[in-house]
């Protein structure tokens, strides 16, 4: 685990980095915040289709190969892409690779969590987020400050060399899913949505409201929001990003092993829809509403873990079918985006921010509805 621990770490230093500055950038280079959607959504529509096929490429020929073999390759090629880009059709080109390395990264992680810790599985995808916004936090820091003191270019530079280091743990990982994992009998077959029941499209449709919560708000209205209205310096803007992920990281820690009870889902759903009501103020009010966010965030991910383990945790094609559960939260991605960025730019950052609040809470209870079901493994839960 501590392989893929440092897989992750550097993955999410990489985009807690690119999270900040791509937005930061296009700004800076007078780009509206409607054509910044446009670009930013590229990623996820890309992701729904390439983490589908990683998927069942990892399935057949075994996960770890899909970290040496695209991953790496990926976080090294889209930060040299972003750093040799004049204009934001050369960025999109940037997302584009960038949703390679991250539907690749997905594709394989919580197989190699389901794989390498059977026993614990639930446990570490939780612990796995922390990682991740550890990762982020570090990341968000580091380009707030970097983008201040060095500029942008200098940023991705230093970027590029944390994007290459993933390859030192991935190639030490070459040969562990070899013989862990059996390939399918069928390549494309996995590949149809058909014969998954009711349950594990509800389960879909939960992870889907999590991101509808979560991605177009620090992937998008949250950089913008913090330097076009609040006028925040990028240094402010990348300490409040490591703030958001370290909170969100020690709420996870602090999480592991308690109870998935509906008090604790009611009480963290009320606390996302009020607070997300003060996101829009000045002064103190948009940090603190902030960082209770962080909190409710990372205090509420073993809903999101525990949904897909309840449903997938023996399938056959386990990459694939993890995959194809987050097809519609991918698909969420992309339209909150496009939608975000043009609500935002027309009606103002105000009506995004509460929408997302109460999206949060739906996400906790459909979860929590999957994780209490009577049906208990994936194959309860598929009919073929």
Not at 192 to 199: C, E, F, Q, T
Not at 357 to 364: D, K, L, N, S
Request: proline content about 4%; glycine content about 8%; some cysteine.
């Amino acid at each position: 685990m501590k392989r893929v621990n440092a897989i992750t770490f550097f993955n999410y230093f990489t985009s807690g980095a690119l999270t900040l500055l791509i937005p930061l950038l296009l700004l800076a280079k007078h780009v509206n915040v409607a054509i910044i959607g446009l670009v930013l959504s590229i990623l996820p529509l890309v992701f729904l289709v390439a983490r589908l096929v990683f998927s069942s490429i990892a399935d057949y020929v075994g996960w770890s190969h899909v970290f040496v073999l695209i991953n790496w390759p990926a976080a090294f090629l889209s930060t040299l892409i972003y750093y040799f880009s004049p204009t934001w059709p050369f960025f999109a080109l940037g997302k584009l690779v960038e949703a390679l390395r991250e539907s690749s990264y997905w594709a394989v992680s919580r197989t190699a969590i389901y794989h390498l810790s059977p026993h614990r599985a639930g446990r570490e995808a939780t612990k796995m987020n922390a990682v991740i916004w550890i990762g982020m936090a570090l990341g968000g820091v580091a380009a707030g400050l970097g983008s201040g003191f060095l500029g942008f270019s200098s940023s991705l530079a230093v970027l590029a060399l944390v994007a290459l280091a993933i390859g030192v743990p991935a190639v030490m990982l070459w040969k562990t899913s070899a013989k862990s994992i059996s390939k399918t009998e069928h390549f494309v077959n996995p590949l149809n949505p058909k014969g998954r029941s009711r349950l594990f499209w509800i389960a879909s449709v939960a992870l889907m409201f999590n991101s509808l919560a979560t991605y177009p708000l620090v992937n998008l209205l949250f950089p913008v929001f913090m330097s076009e209205k609040l006028e925040y310096s990028y240094v402010t803007i990348g300490v409040l990003f490591m703030l958001y992920y370290a909170i969100s990281a020690a709420a996870t820690w602090l999480s592991v092993g308690r109870s998935l009870t509906r008090k604790r889902a009611a009480g963290l759903s009320c606390v996302s829809v009020v607070v997300s009501v003060f996101l829009a103020g000045s002064g103190l009010i948009f940090p603190a509403a902030l960082l209770i966010l962080a909190f409710v965030r990372g205090y509420g991910v073993a809903y999101f873990e525990h949904t897909v383990l309840k449903v997938a945790k023996d399938s056959k094609n386990l990459s694939l079918d993890i995959g194809m559960l987050h097809a519609p939260m991918r698909l969420a991605e992309f339209s909150s985006l496009v939608a975000g960025g043009f609500i935002a730019q027309t009606l103002g950052f105000a009506p995004v921010f509460i929408v997302c609040g109460v999206f949060m809470g739906v996400h906790i209870f459909m979860s929590l509805y999957v994780i209490t079901n009577k049906s208990t493994t994936v194959a309860n839960l598929l009919k073929t």
